[in-house]
């Protein structure tokens, strides 16, 4: 976002969206209801090209980052009814002993409930964030919007 300028960098960061998928029928997922905002938009080759900004990225993916808050719906076992967790207690993992990152299971959401539930926000924000970045003058001449979600992280 350095490439940006200053208001306009002020504008995307303080401006906050919000997605509720509870009452969503086709979805066999756990629900969403969250909170979420950019946190960095960033042309692909950015570093590495002084001629690309986020304005003007010809035919380079535009890279976004955001926060995220709220609920998601989980269940423990398919027995057991439906519950509203805070996300970022829902995706914990453990690091183990041998390096890698013991992650729970979920009925609704599989064995790694972290990146399934990035995952699915991905999948659900992108296009309002590409409508919202197109009003800012951000935009790619690629032919499927050039706008990838990169790193989610949680609020608390």
């Given at each position: ?29 756990g ?111 690629k ?7 990169k ?6």
């Open positions: 976002m350095k490439k940006l300028p200053i208001k306009l960098q002020r504008i995307i960061k303080k401006k906050r969206f919000s997605l509720n998928t509870k009452d969503l029928v086709r979805t066999w997922r629900g969403l209801k969250i909170d979420y905002r950019i946190t960095m938009v960033k042309a692909e080759y950015e570093d590495n090209y002084d001629y690309l900004s986020p304005t003007n990225s010809e035919y380079n993916d535009i890279h976004v980052n955001l926060k995220v808050k709220g609920m998601v719906e989980m269940r423990k076992n398919y027995s057991e009814e439906k519950l509203w967790w805070e996300i970022s207690k829902a995706t914990k993992t453990k690091r183990n002993y041998w390096g890698g990152y013991d992650c729970s299971y979920d009925s609704l959401w599989g064995s790694q409930v972290n990146k399934s539930i990035r995952e699915e926000i991905r999948s659900k924000v992108k296009e309002k964030i590409t409508n919202y970045l197109k009003l800012m003058g951000i935009t790619t001449k032919w499927d919007g050039g706008i990838k979600i790193v989610i992280n949680w609020e608390k």
